[in-house]
């Protein structure tokens, strides 16, 4: 998709233009970039609260119209405001409501994340009628730990709403395989595509199988909706027989956590920049 920067309308629209043709192709869940609703390339904090949505707002009640009428769970970013906070998000949406609010976790200092309140969470997946999700945001997906999390609490599919800009591509073509192949989960990634703020987006949305097979992707200049049929029963088998009583891995159940401690001590300090 190529949202709009402040252009709710325009942008929740599109939406449900998208949600309408993904429905006649015989699609339950849809994810949309980060920030889809709003836009991203926010100057300034003001900037980006006046365009924030909440909960309640009548463009995100439109969409819960739509999911409910087209009988679709969808995945929607959007800057989000509560009271004076602001967060980078996705709303979660089925049967014709917000079912769960995901706040994204890692801030990278660019466009609405500057200005934005790190989700608190807790880290966890969502049980829906399509399959057990986790969400997360863009930045996120670098640290192997959130995936770690949310397919430890069961996910089947990890959704990624992002934002890839020029420089990702290492980022496009590696961490999706990477992380279906460290945790045997299925992977949505939608980021977007055209220009805004001076940073040029680079498309290439995705489902990645839970084997590390790409099974579509999308190019870099259109927008594009790309469909696929997941079997999640082998993403709730993590153990793997290639060979019984010869060849067999458990990439959950192989983990030694007594031996992660420093995953868990906190922040280090770093040690300079480049």
């Not at 889809?36 to 300034?44: D, I, K």
């Not at 995100?60 to 087209?70: F, I, Q, W």
């Not at 990634?189 to 990645?208: D, K, T």
């Amino acid at each position: 998709m190529n949202p709009r920067l402040g252009k709710i309308k325009e942008n929740s629209e599109r939406i449900c233009d998208f949600l309408r043709e993904s429905a006649q192709s015989g699609a339950r869940l849809v994810v949309f970039p980060e920030c889809a609703l709003t836009g991203y390339a926010f100057e300034t904090r003001e900037e980006a609260l006046a365009c924030s949505l909440t909960v309640d707002s009548l463009e995100v009640a439109n969409l819960c119209r739509m999911t409910e009428k087209e009988n679709l769970w969808s995945v929607v970013g959007s800057a989000e405001r509560t009271d004076d906070r602001l967060f980078n998000s996705l709303f979660l949406i089925g049967h014709g409501k917000v079912q769960f609010v995901y706040r994204k976790v890692h801030l990278p200092y660019i466009g609405l994340d500057r200005f934005a309140n790190p989700g608190d969470g807790p880290l966890q997946a969502v049980e829906t009628p399509v399959g057990r999700l986790g969400l997360h945001i863009c930045y996120d997906a670098i640290f192997p730990e959130v995936a770690r999390v949310l397919t430890l609490d069961k996910a089947e599919i990890l959704c990624l709403s992002t934002n890839w800009p020029e420089g990702a591509r290492p980022i496009a073509q590696v961490i999706p395989i990477a992380r279906t192949l460290e945790n045997r989960v299925c992977y949505v990634v939608s980021n977007r595509v055209g220009c805004e703020g001076g940073f040029r987006f680079i498309g290439q949305s995705q489902i990645v199988n839970f084997d590390g097979t790409v099974l579509s992707r999308a190019g870099e200049e259109e927008e594009t909706v790309l469909v696929q049929t997941l079997d999640l029963e082998p993403t709730r088998r993590k153990r793997i027989v290639f060979e019984p009583g010869r060849y067999e891995v458990d990439r959950v159940g192989d983990r030694r956590p007594e031996l992660y401690q420093l995953l868990t001590e906190g922040r280090v300090t770093p040690t300079g920049t480049e």
